[in-house]
């Protein structure tokens, strides 16, 4: 899942870059509202982690325009936003609840708590109520970073584990390449090299075959009856 941190504090914005990719998501980071608009009108994020009080203006406002459409995003997802302030107090809590947070957490906080928000608002995407994810004989916790086949567990890099994850939330659907580009893969990602189907590859070979379809000139579909 591709994440957007919007935090002007550099060693905070950091901090949440490295803690966020250590558990595979893929994360952009933007300093204040104008890099985040230029971001979120060419990228496809599946959440957003927003701070209120930034350089050029402030979190409220940046929600607001994304629910009410006036910065475009791409895709047809609905992008969660998680809304990241050190102003806890009840009337700011309902203010960015009511401009269309999807959560709302107080600075300072733990790095797990964070993790399970954000566990828990991507399963709300997906219309999971698990951090579990089971298709056929494949079990993938996105708690604990751990993926089973037959009840066996696979060794599985971060990116292998990303593909398998998006794919989990989509069996038997067509996945273009472009899209497990844009959700599992930061803006560092060069679009032109092979880096989807090698990655693609290696964790095919991990699953055994079967479970991974490639249907050409389409992209890929992970199949619900593989042996």
């Given at each position: 899942?591709?994440?957007?941190?919007?935090?002007?504090?550099?060693?905070?914005?950091?901090?949440?870059?490295?803690?966020?990719?250590?558990?595979?998501?893929?994360?952009?980071?933007?300093g204040?509202?104008?890099?985040?608009?230029?971001r979120?009108?060419?990228?496809?994020?599946?959440?957003?982690?927003?701070?209120?009080?930034l350089?050029?203006?402030?979190?409220?406002?940046?929600?607001?325009?994304?629910?009410?459409?006036?910065?475009?995003?791409?895709?047809?997802?609905?992008?969660?936003?998680?809304?990241?302030?050190?102003?806890?107090?009840?009337?700011?809590?309902?203010?960015?609840?009511?401009?269309?947070?999807?959560?709302?957490?107080?600075?300072?906080?733990?790095?797990?708590?964070?993790?399970?928000?954000?566990?828990?608002?991507?399963?709300?995407?997906?219309?999971?109520?698990?951090?579990?994810?089971?298709?056929?004989?494949?079990?993938?916790?996105?708690?604990?970073?751990?993926?089973?086949?037959?009840?066996?567990?696979?060794?599985?890099?971060?990116k292998?584990?990303?593909?398998?994850?998006?794919?989990?939330?989509?069996?038997?659907?067509?996945?273009?390449?472009?899209?497990?580009?844009?959700?599992?893969?930061?803006?560092?990602?060069?679009?032109?090299?092979?880096?989807?189907?090698?990655?693609?590859?290696?964790?095919?070979?991990?699953?055994?075959?079967?479970?991974?379809?490639?249907?050409?000139?389409?992209?890929?579909r992970?199949?619900?009856?593989?042996?």
């Amino acid at each position: 899942m591709r994440l957007l941190v919007v935090e002007d504090e550099e060693d905070l914005a950091e901090g949440l870059r490295v803690g966020l990719a250590r558990t595979g998501y893929a994360v952009d980071v933007a300093g204040d509202v104008a890099q985040a608009y230029d971001r979120l009108t060419v990228n496809e994020y599946d959440l957003m982690l927003l701070d209120v009080n930034l350089p050029d203006g402030d979190g409220f406002a940046l929600c607001r325009s994304l629910r009410t459409g006036e910065t475009p995003t791409p895709g047809e997802g609905d992008l969660r936003v998680l809304m990241l302030t050190a102003r806890g107090g009840l009337d700011d809590r309902v203010r960015g609840l009511d401009e269309g947070a999807d959560d709302y957490l107080v600075k300072p906080f733990h790095l797990a708590e964070l993790l399970a928000r954000v566990r828990a608002l991507l399963r709300r995407d997906t219309g999971g109520g698990s951090a579990r994810l089971t298709v056929g004989g494949l079990e993938l916790d996105t708690a604990r970073h751990r993926v089973t086949r037959d009840g066996e567990p696979l060794a599985l890099t971060p990116k292998e584990f990303g593909v398998l994850e998006y794919l989990m939330t989509r069996p038997g659907h067509v996945v273009p390449s472009e899209e497990l580009l844009e959700h599992v893969w930061d803006a560092n990602a060069d679009p032109f090299t092979q880096t989807v189907r090698v990655t693609v590859g290696t964790l095919r070979r991990k699953l055994g075959e079967g479970w991974i379809e490639t249907v050409v000139g389409r992209g890929y579909r992970l199949r619900e009856d593989a042996p």
